[in-house]
Structure formats: structure tokens, C-alpha cells
T-cell receptor, first 115, second 110 residues
Framework: GAVVSQHPSRVICKSGTSVKIECRSL??????MFWYRQFPKQSLMLMAT?????????EQGVEKDKFLINHASLTLSTLTVTSAHPEDSSFYIC???????????FGNGTRLTVT | EDKVVQSPLSLVVHEGDTVTLNCSYE??????LLWYKQEKKAPTFLFML????IEKKSGRLSSILDKKELFSILNITATQTGDSAVYLC??????????FGKGTRLHILP
């Protein structure tokens, strides 16, 4: 089955630093990957759609300069949280589809804590 | 505005009980409805439904979609403590966006 790998699973950083999260599709090529954010006991909120070889599409209210997305290859998308602040602490999950009309498969998520 | 509404938001039952989780939606350009189970980490895929009236089944879990009334149900029979999780319903658009409901938090008492 489809496998999506996300790294790191957990990161603690100081306020003002930047954090990079990687998302890889292991057994399929993903032209599109999706980045979600989840606060405790809340549902998944789509942050942006990452498109291979072009700019990401951000949802309303998501700062593109703060959450930098790079989708440089068909198997890798990265999300960089720049100048992180405590309010950025959250669970970030990437996902990808094997193809149009396929279900989303999720990475295991990254729990970010900004101190 | 597109939306996915799940009910109940939380549910506590005893092991062995049967539960029904509900998901209604208002979405333009509907493609499919998906159910996921989320425990401590990221969601795991359960079902994808595209056609009305066709039940999908996997062990004790089953789901069905009604595209006329715009809802789906997820049934779990003979529940076990390992079924305790948040169950998420999501709808996939033809423009490739997927919208999630808030989830149903299910707790199974031993």
C-alpha cells in the first residue's frame, strides 16, 4: 500500500528559530502533497497544497512567508516554519494521494513545540 | 461554504455495543467521502465511498453513502477497547481539496 514518511516526529525549538519538516512518498510519486495542522482535540485544518515544480497554494489565513513549502521532487515536500513562536506549537501532518480520486495517505505527523 | 459535519462529537459505550457515527456534508463538486481512524498519531484510512447505497465492509466496520441526502454513516459492531479513537469523515472535491469534519471521539469502556 501507499506509504508516506514524515520526519521528524517530534521537535522542540526555541522561539525565533526555524524548523524544517520533511514529507516523503515512499512507494509512489506524488505531484501533489497536502499539509495539515491539528490543534489538540481539533480536526485537521488544511494549510496548503504543495505542487511539484511550482508554488504551493495556501489556504486563507495561512502566511506563506511563515510556512515555506518546497516540493522539489515527485517524492519530497518540505514545510519550514520560519521564526517559530509558541503559538506555532501544533501537530503538523503531511499527506499525499497516489493518484486523482485516490484516498489521502498520511505521514505520522510532527509534533512541534516552540519554547 | 463547503462543510462536513459529524455527529455525535463524542460517544462513550461499553465493549460489545454497536455504534453508528454520522457524517453530513455540503460540498460542491463532490468526488468521494472518506472515513479515517485517528489514534495517537496521524489518521489511518478506513473507507472511500463514491456511490450511493453500496456498503463497504471491513471486519466489524461498515459504511454507506447517501448522495441524495448528503450523508454517510460508519457502523462498528461488537466494539472493542481498541476501537477507541477519533473517527474523521472527509469529503474530496474534484478540485482536489479534502475537507475534514471535526471528528467523533469514541471511547469504549471495558
Amino acid at each position: 500500500g501507499a506509504v508516506v514518511s514524515q520526519h521528524p516526529s517530534r521537535v522542540i525549538c526555541k522561539s525565533g528559530t526555524s524548523v524544517k519538516i520533511e514529507c516523503r512518498s515512499l512507494d509512489f510519486q506524488a505531484t501533489t502533497m497536502f499539509w495539515y495542522r491539528q490543534f489538540p482535540k481539533q480536526s485537521l485544518m488544511l494549510m496548503a497544497t504543495s505542487n511539484e515544480g511550482s508554488k504551493a497554494t495556501y489556504e486563507q489565513g495561512v502566511e506563506k512567508d511563515k510556512f515555506l513549502i518546497n516540493h522539489a521532487s515527485l517524492t519530497l515536500s518540505t514545510l519550514t516554519v520560519t521564526s517559530a513562536h509558541p503559538e506555532d506549537s501544533s501537530f503538523y501532518i503531511c499527506s499525499a494521494k497516489r493518484g486523482i480520486g485516490s484516498p489521502l495517505h498520511f505521514g505520522n505527523g510532527t509534533r512541534l513545540t516552540v519554547t | 461554504e463547503d462543510k462536513v459535519v459529524q455527529s455525535p462529537l463524542s460517544l462513550v459505550v461499553h465493549e460489545g455495543d454497536t455504534v453508528t457515527l454520522n457524517c453530513s456534508y455540503e460540498v460542491t463538486n463532490f468526488r468521494s467521502l472518506l472515513w479515517y481512524k485517528q489514534e495517537k498519531k496521524a489518521p489511518t484510512f478506513l473507507f472511500m465511498l463514491t456511490s450511493s447505497g453500496i456498503e463497504k465492509k471491513s471486519g466489524r466496520l461498515s459504511s454507506i453513502l447517501d448522495k441524495k441526502e448528503l450523508f454517510s454513516i460508519l457502523n462498528i459492531t461488537a466494539t472493542q477497547t481498541g476501537d477507541s479513537a477519533v473517527y474523521l469523515c472527509a469529503v474530496d472535491h474534484r478540485d482536489d481539496k479534502i475537507i475534514f469534519g471535526k471528528g467523533t471521539r469514541l471511547h469504549i469502556l471495558p
